[in-house]
């Protein structure tokens, strides 16, 4: 990370991120009259979940649902809020005293703020098959964005693979826009409903979960509808061609299928971005249940560092709602602890937004249980490519355990893991995994990779023409 000297406070909070969390944060951080900066990546509010949502048009609203379209308010409220909105701005470093550097039009800059609110969303997990490195394939997640987007579906018969409501939710999406869905392989398997079955009493009467089921089911009628063919308990996946992708073969039901796709999306759930989290050295647990890293928070988000607050599906992953909760208690924590709340007042403005997270949350462990990427997901074989970037094999890190590797970052040196150009995103549990079940210990205790600066590529002129916050301007008020 820079050491340079910390400039002065430019504002009171600074939030990384403009998801639901993020958006959240920002706003409510306004209204109770903080000086409040949002940077953000991409061109417009929404983060990954609500993607260009404030620009959507009748027929994407229609196809994508009202769960989609009620970010829109958000938007609205962050527009109109008197938040500095600085769009197209990359944080490529955070230091431990809470300076960010961001790059915007190609020039660094950096603020400082004595609160900062990250809100760095999910990552989808990977899902390592034999093929998975063809082209053609790729995550759900990302043909769901070409969708939100650009209203583009993929050319040529679509099929889908692995477990989790936004499988099925794509499915549906990329079906009624005109794409040809020939299957949706499902890795969930009778012994997955039983483990969910007991987390069940917990949530059933509760409006979150009841509605949760209701769209599930509603999924699978819309695709029976469709004509989509659905397998279940699949086993095997193995993406076909030698040059792109050319179909998926698997075993479902004691037999073996091959089903001829152009595009092969494969989806095993969501897990934590802890990219930057990782970068400031913050305490992290490992949570069985999700199979992921989360980051250790308080009720109002404050990490193990004083003055970074997470928020959102960064530190855990639990949807939309209760990331907007989780931001507004996040900037109610930051507003406190600079003196604008009262421990009273605090206390009666985060009740509400405290009772809507518990209700959220409730339906996860549910949720986690009955999603749970199988074992031949979690542990590939060992000429399964892990790391694409470095095109690392599972044998490989297997390997570096046995000749004395006791972490990721020991593999790392030694097999390149990691430190290709997603600099261990996609790469990091998966690797930890390995590493743990060859070691005989807990994930816990291996770790994960050591996270340094820049977060993302940024060019050497970028970093030559670093200047105040009072030069760079914003994109947006």
Not at 193 to 213: D, E, F, N, Q, S
Not at 245 to 265: D, K, M, N, P, Y
Not at 295 to 317: C, E, F, H, K, W
Not at 455 to 470: F, G, R
Request: with cysteine; aromatic share 4%; net charge positive.
């Amino acid at each position: 990370m820079m050491q340079a000297e910390s400039p002065a406070c430019t504002h009171d909070v600074i939030v990384i991120g403009a998801g639901p969390a993020g958006m959240a944060a920002a706003t409510t951080a306004a209204r109770l009259g903080l000086r409040a900066a949002l940077l953000d990546e991409q061109a417009h509010a929404g983060g990954q979940i609500w993607r260009d949502v404030g620009s959507a048009n009748a027929r994407i609203a229609t196809l994508l649902g009202p769960d989609y379209m009620q970010g829109r308010q958000a938007v609205e409220a962050l527009q109109a809020s008197t938040v500095d909105v600085m769009h197209g701005t990359l944080v490529w470093d955070v230091n431990r005293d809470l300076t960010v550097t961001a790059l915007h039009a190609g020039r660094a800059f950096q603020l400082h703020a004595p609160q900062l609110i990250a809100a760095t969303g999910a990552l989808e997990r990977p899902t390592p098959i034999p093929g998975w490195t063809l082209p053609g394939v790729m995550n759900a997640g990302a043909a769901q964005i070409a969708l939100k987007h650009a209203q583009s579906i993929p050319s040529g018969p679509v099929v889908l693979a692995g477990a989790g409501p936004l499988l099925l939710l794509v499915a549906c999406q990329l079906a009624a826009a005109g794409a040809d869905v020939q299957a949706v392989v499902e890795t969930s398997t009778p012994a997955h409903r039983i483990a969910a079955l007991k987390h069940l009493p917990a949530v059933l009467g509760t409006r979150t979960a009841m509605t949760a089921l209701a769209k599930g089911l509603g999924f699978l009628v819309r695709l029976r509808r469709a004509g989509v063919r659905r397998f279940t308990a699949a086993r095997g996946l193995i993406v076909l061609g030698d040059h792109r992708a050319q179909g998926l073969r698997f075993t479902s039901q004691g037999r073996t299928h091959e089903i001829a796709a152009e595009t092969v999306l494969l989806h095993h759930g969501v897990v934590p971005n802890t990219q930057l989290s990782r970068l400031m050295r913050i305490e992290h647990a490992w949570h069985p249940a999700q199979q992921a890293w989360h980051v250790v928070t308080n009720a109002y988000g404050q990490t193990s560092l004083p003055g970074l607050r997470m928020a959102g599906d960064g530190t855990a992953i639990a949807g939309a709602l209760a990331a907007q909760a989780s931001g507004t208690l996040a900037a109610l924590g930051a507003a406190h602890a600079l003196g604008r709340l009262d421990t009273q007042a605090l206390q009666r403005e985060a009740a509400p937004f405290a009772r809507t997270l518990a209700r959220e949350q409730r339906i996860r462990p549910f949720l986690d249980a009955l999603y749970r990427p199988p074992a031949d997901i979690l542990m590939p074989a060992d000429d399964t490519l892990v790391c694409r970037c470095e095109e690392v094999t599972a044998g490989r890190v297997r390997e570096m355990a046995r000749l004395g590797c006791q972490g990721p970052n020991q593999t790392k040196f030694f097999s390149r893991c990691g430190m290709g150009p997603c600099q261990g995103r996609l790469c990091s549990i998966p690797v930890t995994q390995l590493l743990a079940d060859e070691l005989g210990r807990s994930p816990a205790e291996v770790g994960a990779y050591r996270i340094r600066a820049p977060l993302k590529p940024v060019p050497l002129s970028a970093i030559a023409s670093m200047h105040t916050h009072s030069d760079a301007g914003s994109t947006e008020h």
